[in-house]
């Protein structure tokens, strides 16, 4: 079946420091890609997406390029700031496996000041 | 639009007791999914609707778990006769989808269930 693997946390970086939260995948189709972020006391919320191979999702700084070739999708920032504390969800979803959104296990990040 | 609104926020019951959450999607969504989360775990899918039917059901949802959309709005997930391994923070969340387009899913903040 489908699933996905992202790297362990917690992640602690200084402000202004690069991010980098790798993420690959297996489908049986051709998945959507995508980033969620829960923020402290808040629900989940897409952080971006890409929709096919090449495509290049961005917002809020962040990143993250689809790799047919490596099944990957990492996350990236090159600045990041204390708000960006939270835990970074990747996840598919794939036509030939149902309407649904099939998560990896999340990576906290700290940010300090 | 005030989004995906789940109750109760938390819900602590002895082990055996039923429990039963409540989700209002956003308005216009046709599509509704519950997701369970462990602590340090990502979401796990339970169930989705589309309008009124329910589509998919995974294999986490035992028999003591049952899920409703009547009317094609908010949705209801029992769970009767509860046991420890039921723990968790259950997630509610709804997308307008056509066909084999997902949509982006919007989620509520979730049910947390403890259960002694």
């Given at each position: 079946?489908?699933?996905?693997?992202?790297?362990?946390?917690?992640?602690?970086?200084s402000?202004?420091?690069?991010?980098?939260?790798?993420?690959?995948?297996?489908?049986?189709?051709?998945?959507s890609?995508?980033?969620?972020?829960?923020?402290?006391?808040?629900?989940?919320?897409?952080?971006?997406?890409?929709?096919?191979?090449?495509?290049?999702?961005?917002?809020?700084?962040f990143?993250?390029?689809?790799?047919?070739?490596?099944?990957?999708?990492?996350?990236?920032?090159?600045?990041?700031?204390?708000?960006?504390?939270?835990?970074?969800?990747?996840?598919?979803?794939?036509?030939?496996?149902?309407?649904?959104?099939?998560?990896?296990?999340?990576?906290?990040?700290?940010?300090?000041? | 639009?005030?989004?995906?609104?789940?109750?109760?926020?938390?819900?602590?019951?002895?082990?055996?007791?039923?429990?039963?959450?409540?989700?209002?999607?956003?308005?216009?969504?046709?599509?509704?999914?519950?997701?369970?989360?462990?602590?340090?775990?990502?979401?796990?899918?339970?169930?989705?609707?589309?309008?009124?039917a329910?589509?998919?059901?995974?294999?986490?949802?035992?028999?003591?778990?049952?899920?409703?959309?009547p009317?094609?709005?908010f949705?209801?997930?029992?769970?009767?006769?509860?046991?420890?391994?039921?723990?968790?923070?259950?997630?509610?969340?709804?997308?307008?989808?056509?066909?084999?387009?997902?949509?982006?899913?919007?989620?509520?903040?979730?049910?947390?269930?403890?259960?002694?």
């Amino acid at each position: 079946g489908d699933s996905v693997t992202q790297m362990e946390g917690p992640v602690t970086l200084s402000e202004e420091a690069f991010l980098t939260i790798n993420c690959t995948y297996t489908a049986t189709g051709y998945p959507s890609l995508f980033w969620y972020v829960q923020y402290p006391g808040e629900g989940l919320q897409l952080l971006l997406k890409a929709t096919k191979a090449d495509d290049k999702g961005s917002n809020k700084g962040f990143e993250a390029t689809y790799r047919k070739e490596t099944t990957s999708f990492h996350l990236e920032k090159g600045s990041v700031q204390v708000s960006d504390s939270a835990v970074y969800f990747c996840a598919l979803s794939d036509q030939a496996a149902g309407n649904k959104l099939t998560f990896g296990g999340g990576t906290r990040v700290l940010v300090k000041p | 639009d005030t989004g995906v609104s789940q109750n109760p926020r938390h819900k602590i019951t002895k082990r055996g007791q039923n429990v039963t959450f409540r989700c209002d999607p956003i308005s216009e969504h046709n599509r509704l999914y519950w997701y369970r989360q462990t602590l340090g775990q990502g979401p796990e899918f339970l169930t989705y609707f589309q309008n009124e039917a329910q589509l998919e059901k995974s294999r986490l949802l035992s028999d003591r778990f049952s899920a409703e959309r009547p009317k094609g709005s908010f949705s209801t997930l029992e769970i009767q006769r509860t046991e420890q391994g039921d723990s968790a923070m259950y997630l509610c969340a709804s997308s307008y989808g056509t066909g084999a387009n997902t949509g982006e899913l919007f989620f509520g903040e979730g049910s947390r269930l403890t259960v002694l």
